[in-house]
T-cell receptor, first 115, second 114 residues
């Protein structure tokens, strides 16, 4: 079956703009979680959605938001971009979510560069 | 304080050697989950294992094994008979159910030399 897909794979934006990233989970998976990876801060958890509801949220400002659609596809939005938002954004999908017993599957990531 | 410490920033071993990656965590929560992930040079994260705080049973999966000890707040990962394909950055993470947050360690970069 198809894996987790993320679009776009690469993105260049300028400060002050906003961006929307998309994550399509494996068919049948209801949980999508998002992560940010930077050289300075390492891996950080953004949020988790399960059946269209946000279940967990990391320590990020309100500029970072997300949503999940009825087909489990998820989008992440960052408004008023800052240079520090340059990062690899990863999403993962699973059947049961972070506290489940099944495997998480990660997408290839979206590399966002903010100029 | 809640945190995850992976004290080994970088490790190099010769192929076929065994290697243990350390993970020490801090939390006062009683319900939590611990994870290990692998990030090969390609960049895509790979889930390896999840363990909940009520299950201290060690786990073995092929050449991989995990040792969870609540008494020392550690969740160490051992690769037996390492292979070059094991070269990657390995992350340990702590999921605090009550706080709805996940905390990652800084990662250990593992080099397996042929």
């Amino acid at each position: 079956k198809a894996g987790v897909t993320q679009t776009p794979r690469y993105l260049i934006k300028t400060r002050g703009q906003q961006v929307t990233l998309s994550c399509s989970p494996i068919s049948g998976h209801r949980s999508v979680s998002w992560y940010q990876q930077t050289p300075g801060q390492g891996l950080q958890f953004l949020f988790e959605y399960f059946s269209e509801t946000q279940r967990n949220k990391g320590n990020f400002p309100g500029r970072f938001s997300g949503r999940q659609f009825s087909n489990s596809r998820s989008e992440m939005n960052v408004s008023t971009l800052e240079l520090g938002d340059s990062a690899l954004y990863l999403c993962a999908s699973s059947l049961q979510g972070l506290a489940g017993t099944d495997t998480q599957y990660f997408g290839p990531g979206t590399r966002l560069t903010v100029l | 304080a809640q945190k995850v410490t992976q004290a080994q920033t970088e490790i190099s071993v010769v192929e076929k050697e065994d290697v243990t990656l350390d993970c020490v965590y801090e939390t006062r929560d009683t319900t939590y989950y611990l994870f290990w992930y692998k990030q090969p040079p390609s960049g895509e994260l790979v889930f390896l294992i999840r363990r909940n705080s009520f299950d201290e049973q060690n786990e073995i999966s092929g050449r991989y094994s995990w040792n969870f000890q609540k008494s020392t707040s550690s969740f160490n990962f051992t690769i037996t008979a390492s292979q070059v394909v094991d070269s990657a950055v390995y992350f340990c993470a702590l999921y605090l159910v009550g706080d709805d947050k996940i905390i990652f360690g800084k990662g250990t970069r593992l080099h397996i030399l042929p």
